[in-house]
């Protein structure tokens, strides 16, 4: 049972199935033409060995006895009937004796007759030819004309060397012909056909085989489901330790993002703290300027100044505010209303008539009021504002605002321009997120980059990831730069 619980914690698919079987089956095939080769070069060794051994032996066995029969017959008196008969009897036992045999198909003596050789396969035919030199008579045996053709390939050369010829065909079958020497003389051959059998031999092989392909098969399976173990074992401890490492560094790199998070909540929070500070003391000038006369202008302008102060302290109380209080259909705010906003209570109180700076407004009445809340306008487009300032010291500029509506587009555009020395080439290039380097965190091309870098970067985030806008910033020509501000008309 513990060994089932193991095993149920690999997925045994039916790939890995299919792949065992692939496999298996290669070895098989390979295994198969191994055995086919073995055993064709054995059994022609073994046929070899045979012939060079066994069936020659019994050929020649046979031949010596039918010429020790002929030589003792020859010396001894075999005109009688009886003895006659025994010679006879004599050789149909040795022909047939041979043929007995399981391996001897054929046996034969070959004689010349005349111009033609002729098959004697009895005692009479043999015994009327040796001793009353009679032809045989009717028809030879068909059988062995085989025999006949290849006896008269090899005639002339038997005849001269008196050596046995052995000859393997290509059904595995030995053709054997000794020579039959009666006194010393070349008289013909005796022919035998002799065909081995190795059944047995062949048995023991492919038993042998089976058995041998049974062990190989089985060392394979287990080899191949060891592997397999082995494998998924490693996998599933490489996967452990790949999620440890993943659960490692996904808490990091929460752990990062809180920091990051915070480290930005409290740049923004000092960036926004010093506005308010400003903010602060033109409430001081106009409480001092308070008079019975200016009373409704105090209350517009201190209004404002205390809802930007309050907007300020409600985003020091989040890292990232709720949309609602940034997108809602209950904002109606006018753009063109905050830019003078911006322009005759902010930016002129401090850069008044007798500074470098001049603003210019050109605003289309026509432009639509936006769903989003007035003091996250004020924080995008008094951070573009400021930088025509910052970037441009000891320098006259002129700053000019523009609004616009085009009803085709259904879009609305803030363009804020200086003609100061505009941005350095390299701030306007992109990263590999598409975001124009000017507006990214910690980027400033002022001398004095401590605390600086950020009223872009905020101006961008707040304008795109919040309000849906786009933001864009270019150079002109001769001289100064522009940013772009695109609203989309939201009903």
Known sequence: MTLLKRLQKYRFEIRHFIILFIILATFQVFLSYIYKYSSRTLLEQTMDLYRKDSAIRLANLATTSLELLLEQSLTSSVNTPAARDK????FDIIFNQQTLQQNVD????????????????????????????????????????????????????????????????????????????????????????ITPDVSNITREISTLYDETGIVFTALILFGLLAMFYLT??????????????????????????????????????????????KVMGFIKEEIRALNEHN????KYIVTRYSNFISRVIYDMKWYEPPIHATRNPLFETDVNKVIRFLVDYIFKRVYGTNSAYDFILNLDDRLPLVHINEYVVWEILEPLIQNAIDHNPGKSVTISIQTSFCPD????????????????????????????????????TRENINNAGYGCYIAYELSTKRCGWTLDAENLEPGGCVFVLRIPVTN
Not at 87 to 90: C, S
Not at 252 to 274: G, M, N, P, S, V
Not at 295 to 298: D, V, W
Request: charged share 30%.
């Open 295 to 298: 009373l409704a202008q105090f």
């Open 106 to 193: 054929e046996m034969c003596v070959i004689f010349r007759v005349g111009a033609k050789v002729a098959a004697m396969d009895n005692g009479a035919q043999l015994y009327n030819f040796i001793f009353s030199h009679t032809e045989p008579a009717g028809e030879l045996p068909t059988r062995y004309q085989e025999a006949l053709e290849r006896y008269q390939q090899l005639a002339a050369d038997i005849e001269q060397t008196e050596q046995i010829y052995c000859d393997w065909d290509k059904i595995q079958s030995f053709h054997i012909f000794v020579p039959f020497v009666l006194k010393g003389e070349y008289e013909g051959v005796v022919y035998m056909k």
């Open 87 to 90: 010679v006879i009897q004599a």
């Open 409 to 444: 587009k259904q879009c609305s555009e803030v363009r804020i321009a200086d003609n100061g020395r505009g941005i350095l080439p390299e701030l306007l290039e992109h990263n590999e997120e598409g975001i124009r380097k000017i507006f990214l965190e910690n980027t400033s």
């Open 232 to 277: 998924s074992y490693t996998v599933k401890e490489r996967d452990l330790a790949q999620e440890q490492l993943y659960r490692e560094r996904e808490k990091q790199i929460k752990t990062d993002i809180a920091h990051q998070k915070e480290a930005l909540f409290t740049k923004r929070i000092y960036h926004a703290h010093h506005k308010a500070e």
